[in-house]
């Protein structure tokens, strides 16, 4: 694969359907849907393509030519351990999107275009090795995401859009202040995340650096108490959007921890690691105890995240092998599932016209299929075993455990209320007499061919992790050797 | 030495375009004047592409050229274009008279950038401006408006040219010469020892303050612009600013260049105070014109923010950012001229635009993320190229209040596209045509955000640093 632009293909694939469908944007409507299907289809292809000839430590299909070289920016694109299952995530829930919006009536010409714009700053967040780069296609994330949330969100869309937009324009305002403060400390080098020039500077140097960038990257995770934007934004959004943004908009700003905080600046890590503990912890708790109070199924789960991405902070931060890798396939795990769980609130909601686990009641007595994917997806979350979850979950409690006893047993209580909740859910949602609303629905579908293409994947990827861990562990390992190595010191006891 | 170098020449073209457009002006048809002058500019930019590293010194060193001043001439005679092909033909706000005024004004704006003797600034500070004056009171309708438009642009304005004139004269009896750029640097003057050196760096300062709009000496400008007609107001925020700034640039680091531990502090706080107070009070506007005015004011903040800590090596990144600024806020101003007709400048209109005219609204779109500095938009880099260099100069403080405005501003911005895409609008609302100088701006703002390197490549006065 040498020399093929494979990256430079994937990333930039969705937006050759622009011109697609603003041509059918004034012809036919209908067609906007197999535009984005065929467009997020080939993409999802290529990734596939990446993550199979991408395995092993090291960055592979490098790409760089000079873009701003004076300056000291880059064009430059590669995938390692650590953002390859991200970037087939995005592909994959990317389509996964496109399905769960197939009856999309109000200008989907004009949704599916943005929803293509958001993959594409997606990959290449995931891809980038600049940071200017980086931020460049951060950025430009923010402005489908507001414009899918305010044009086709819920009642209160424009309040959320513009919360999450300001939220996440702050953070990533003082990450670039902390690039621009490396780049001023560490010299040209300092933009190339390939090289590791920021590695070597004294503490002093790492810490401001490190604030800056962890506060910005932190406010997208997001971590107690910067998370108030992600419930709004997740109970207006639409339901490819919410799926979007639990799913892989997220992971942007885990990853982004991961990659430049972690193994970018070890030595302020080290120096904040018992801080990062505590918070890890909190979110668990926080995001266990708000989803557990909550009667909107759809702010139940957007809660439910919150406290998953704590779960992936506190393995990542441990220091133990088993803990560290599990973390970073609970990352990728709580992609698929909350995805999961998004669509089956989704296609409830739109049956029922009610999220409220009160209000409905008796789903799976007249609609099995339908019900039983919101228990699938309730079981999953909350770690059933012989699925992917239970590898990830268990193994970020059990690594933590030796080494920070008291947190590895505050977040098992958090997963305790997890699947307290989640049961609960389930129970009064989904099981006993049919309620008032459901009643009144009448007869509804279950759920129709596009979403159950949309679920069933889903389903399969997270059994299929679970039965055989092993083909995560294949993938993830060199990413848990740099993030270990970053933690223990190792690269500077050499 | 013959009688038109062949170094002025994009100066020559803009003069002889301006007699064209004006003797157009006598016909009773005078549907000649728009392209006439759209030729003229179009050509005067292209001839300085021609010649763009040209460096030369006329007229016994009374004008000098070289990289930065042909950016600036650039500049001028750039968005000169751009302005005269954003607007309509069909436009009923736009008087014939208007196209030689505003090639007269950019011909003056243009002649600042190269001065090398005083006078010969002080003259060209005045052919900017006398055109300016008149060009601001030719609106048709809302025609009281535009009148108290043009009479507090020309209060201030002459107060300007008197307090920068009498600056002038001191610096040259202070320096013994009116030459102050000669070839190969720029003649210091001593003021440290000299009490008439330092009074005619604070007069020439409030001077030029005033006429590029820099707070507090902006407080004319929102008047001004939100009086007068869209492409007056669109071509006022650009060359003859961006002029002005270019001359405060080569007259503070070249004479004054030995001040600069006396300039640097104050720019510095007036920096902060343009980028504050234009990004504060752009927030409360309900007018677009006046928002777009306060929005001008903290842009040139964002620029003598980085003069300020920088000092001669900002100057290629801020001819970058000035010329990325024009091409925005003219895109922006037309971008409104086309769906909130004169005299209804309010933001109200705005609403529902994407859903009656998909590519005008994706247009305004593009100017509001390029104006709050949101990639893959050029906005973004050359703030990005600024912030980097203040940071570089050991002021990180100064970058960290440069991006807080960024935020700040994103709110006004980011209204814009609200009331566009996500608003509601009633369906027949007066709107002009939308002319192709807005399609022109959106895809130079996002070429020149991409691939930064070509017009670095063009012209090497323009520097990303």
């Known amino acids: ?47 596939a393509l990446a993550v199979w000839f991408g395995r092993g430590a090291g960055f592979h299909f490098l790409e760089e030519s000079a873009w701003l070289s004076s300056i000291g920016a880059h064009y430059r694109l590669g995938l390692d351990a650590l953002s390859l299952p991200l970037f087939f995530l995005t592909a994959l829930l990317t389509l996964v999107a496109v399905f769960a919006s197939w009856r999309e009536e109000r200008q989907p010409a004009g949704f599916f275009a943005l929803l293509l714009i958001l993959e594409c700053g997606l990959l290449g967040v995931f891809s980038a090795l600049d940071l200017i780069l980086f931020f460049v296609f951060w950025e430009s994330v923010l402005i489908p995401l507001y414009l899918l949330i305010a044009i086709w969100g819920g009642e209160r869309r424009r309040y959320a859009a513009l919360k999450t937009f300001i939220f996440t324009a702050s953070g990533s305002a003082l990450a670039l202040i902390g690039f621009l403060f490396l780049r001023w400390q560490a010299g040209p080098q300092a933009f190339d995340m390939t090289a590791g020039a920021t590695r070597a500077l004294p503490l002093a140097l790492q810490i401001p650096a490190f604030l800056l960038i962890a506060v910005g990257m932190a406010v997208k995770v997001p971590v107690f108490p910067l998370h108030t934007w992600l419930p709004d934004a997740h109970v207006e959004a639409p339901t490819a959007v919410s799926v979007m943004l639990a799913g892989v908009l997220l992971k942007m700003g885990t990853y982004g921890l991961l990659r430049m905080a972690f193994t970018g600046l070890p030595a302020a890590f080290r120096y904040f690691q018992p801080a990062i503990i505590v918070l890890a912890v909190l979110n668990v708790l926080y995001g266990s105890l708000a989803a557990y109070a909550q009667k909107d199924l759809k702010r139940m789960v957007a809660y439910a995240s919150i406290g998953s991405m704590g779960l992936v902070l506190l393995g990542a931060s441990s220091g133990n092998g088993l803990a560290t890798g599990a973390a970073l396939m609970h990352n990728f795990n709580h992609g698929l599932y909350s995805a999961l769980l998004f669509l089956s609130v989704g296609m409830i909601y739109e049956r029922y016209h009610t999220r409220m686990r009160d209000e409905l009641g008796g789903i799976a007595a007249s609609r099995p299929l339908l019900g039983g994917l919101f228990v699938l997806a309730a079981l999953f979350a909350l770690g059933m075993p012989a699925s992917a979850v239970f590898v990830s979950e268990s193994g970020v ?26 049961l609960r859910a389930s129970r009064r949602a989904v099981f006993g007499g049919a309620s008032e609303a459901v009643a009144a629905a009448g007869d509804v579908p279950e759920p129709r061919w596009h979403e159950r293409a949309a679920s069933y994947p889903l389903v399969f990827l997270l059994f299929l992790l679970g039965i055989a861990p092993g083909l995560a562990a294949v993938i993830l390992s060199p990413a848990t050797a740099s993030l270990l190595s970053a933690l223990l010191d190792k690269a500077a006891g050499q | 030495m013959s009688v038109m170098p062949a170094s002025l020449l994009p100066e020559g073209i803009l003069f002889a375009g301006a007699l064209a457009a004006a003797a157009f002006t006598l016909f009773k048809d005078s549907r000649g004047t728009r392209p006439v002058s759209i030729a003229a500019a179009l050509l005067a930019a292209t001839a300085l592409l021609l010649q763009a590293s040209a460096v030369a010194s006329l007229f016994s060193g009374t004008v000098a050229i070289g990289p930065y001043q042909n950016a600036f001439r650039f500049i001028v005679t750039f968005s000169l274009f751009i302005v005269l092909l954003s607007f309509g033909r069909d436009d009923e706000g736009i008087s014939p008279e208007l196209y030689p005024l505003l090639m007269l004004s950019a011909l003056g704006a243009s002649m600042m950038t190269v001065s090398a003797d005083l006078i010969l600034l002080f003259i060209s500070v005045e052919l900017t401006a006398l055109p300016a004056y008149v060009a601001a009171a030719t609106a048709r309708r809302d025609a009281d408006l535009s009148l108290e438009a043009a009479v507090k642009y020309f209060v201030t304005g002459i107060a300007a040219s008197a307090t920068l004139l009498y600056g002038l004269a001191l610096l040259a009896g202070a320096g013994g010469t009116t030459r102050y750029l000669v070839s190969g640097g720029a003649l210091p003057v001593n003021i440290t020892h000299q009490p008439a050196g330092l009074f005619a760096l604070a007069l020439v300062f409030v001077g030029l303050a005033l006429k590029a709009a820099i707070a ?36 503070l680091t070249g004479p004054f260049a030995d001040a600069y531990y006396h300039w640097a502090p104050l720019l510095w706080l007036l920096s902060v105070a343009s980028m504050f107070w234009g990004n504060l009070a752009a927030l409360a506007q309900r007018n677009g014109k006046r928002m777009l005015a306060y929005s001008s004011v ?41 769906t909130l007709p004169e005299g209804k400048a309010g933001l109200e209109g705005l609403k529902g635009l994407a859903a009656r005219r998909p590519w005008l609204a994706m247009g305004l779109a593009g100017f509001a993320l390029s104006l709050t500095g949101i990639p893959p938009f050029a906005g973004f880099l050359v703030k990005l190229n600024l912030m980097l260099l203040v940071v570089r100069h050991g002021q990180p403080g100064l970058a960290v209040v440069m991006a807080l405005n960024a935020a700040i501003s994103a709110a006004y911005y980011l209204r814009l596209i609200r009331l566009a895409y996500v608003e509601e609008g009633e369906e027949s609302v007066e709107t002009a045509t939308a002319p192709v100088g807005i399609a022109v701006s959106f895809v130079l703002l996002l070429a020149l955000g991409v691939l930064p390197g070509l017009l670095t490549a063009l012209l090497p006065g323009f520097a990303l640093r």
């Open chain 2, 298 to 338: 903290a842009h040139i903040g964002y620029m003598t923010a980085a003069l300020a800590a920088a000092g001669r090596e900002a100057v290629g990144p801020i001819a970058y950012y000035g010329l990325v600024y024009a091409i925005m806020t003219i895109g922006a101003f037309a971008a409104l001229r086309a």
């Open chain 1, 397 to 422: 409690i059990i690594g933590t455990l030796g080494a920070h006893p008291a947190a590895a047993a505050a977040a098992a209580a958090g997963l305790l209320i997890t699947a307290a909740y989640l």
């Open chain 1, 1 to 47: 694969m040498n020399g093929f632009p494979l990256l430079s293909l994937t990333v930039f694939l969705p937006l050759v359907a622009l011109p697609f469908l603003a041509a059918s944007a004034r012809a036919r409507d209908g067609m906007a849907k197999w535009i984005a299907l065929v467009t997020a289809s080939l993409t999802l292809i290529c990734s």
């Open chain 2, 216 to 251: 507090p000496f902006h407080f004319w400008s929102p008047d001004t612009y939100g009086g007068a007609p869209y492409p007056v107001a669109a071509f006022l925020s650009g060359a003859p600013k961006l002029a002005t700034v270019a001359a405060a640039i080569f007259l």
